[in-house]
């Protein structure tokens, strides 16, 4: 099974400032026939499903904020929140669906400084 | 607008058996793969189970192989989710969510099904 780890398991960060997330894969999920890395992240809020933000590493979903921003190739991957808002505030959870099973990362609580 | 709403949910002894489903609308449900996903109590997320559009393929985490079957109805938008020897490790909010017409990544959800499994 692929293991997916992420860091930290938890930040503050203050309004308006930069979050960043990481997640490593314990191989890779670089798919060499098609270049295309099979890394989604989403985003949980207390009490809700997640949401889908990004897919392929780093396209965003239609609807999700430009200030979201998903970087890395291979086994090392980025979510990156720029200008951070109060409606941020949730568990991200990197996943990879390279191959069966389908793996999540433990979970980042992003919380407010 | 996308609606997945699962249904079945709640306690249950060790040993004993549930039905989840899941009842669709707003895509065409026989097009996509088909997911199941739960979260324990203050936990991270465990993808569970999926299935091909038209049920030929299925696969399963390994904690639940031989317990769980995956199935759905695409006359019904209905996805299923049979569970049996059910253990107090089981015990999670159970998710339903529709697979991306490219990979596996899950770009619906519903809200989810609570199952307890305790004596």
């Known amino acids: 099974d692929i293991v997916m780890t992420q860091s930290p398991d938890s930040l503050a960060v203050s309004l308006g400032g930069r979050a960043t997330i990481n997640c490593k894969s314990s191989?890779?999920?670089?798919?060499?026939?098609?270049?295309?890395?099979?890394l989604a992240w989403y985003q949980q809020k207390p009490g809700q499903p997640p949401k889908l933000l990004i897919t392929?590493?780093?396209t965003r979903e239609s609807g999700v904020p430009d200030r979201f921003s998903g970087s890395g190739s291979g086994t090392d991957f980025t979510l990156t929140l720029s200008s951070l808002q109060a409606e941020d505030v949730a568990v991200y959870y990197c996943?990879?669906?390279?191959?069966?099973?389908?793996?999540f990362g433990q979970g980042t609580r992003l919380e407010i400084k | 607008e996308v609606q997945l709403v699962e249904s079945g949910g709640g306690l249950v002894q060790p040993g004993g058996s549930l039905r989840l489903s899941c009842t669709t609308s707003?895509?065409?449900?026989?097009?996509?793969?088909m997911s199941w996903v739960r979260q324990a109590p203050g936990k991270g997320l465990e993808w569970v189970a999926n299935?091909?559009?038209?049920?030929?393929?299925?696969f399963y985490v390994d904690s639940v192989k031989g317990r769980f079957t995956i199935s759905r109805d695409n006359a019904k938008n209905s996805l299923y989710l049979q569970m049996n020897s059910l253990r107090a490790e089981d015990t999670a909010t159970y998710y339903c969510?529709?697979?991306?017409?490219?990979?596996?990544?899950?770009?619906?959800w519903g809200q989810g099904t609570l199952v307890t499994v305790s004596s």
């Open positions: 299935i091909r559009q038209d049920g030929s393929e299925k």
């Open positions: 707003g895509f065409t449900f026989s097009d996509d793969w």
């Open positions: 191989q890779t999920v670089l798919y060499s026939s098609n270049n295309k890395n099979y």
């Open positions: 969510a529709r697979d991306g017409d490219s990979g596996s990544y899950l770009n619906s």
């Open positions: 392929w590493a780093s």
């Open positions: 996943q990879q669906y390279y191959t069966t099973p389908i793996t």
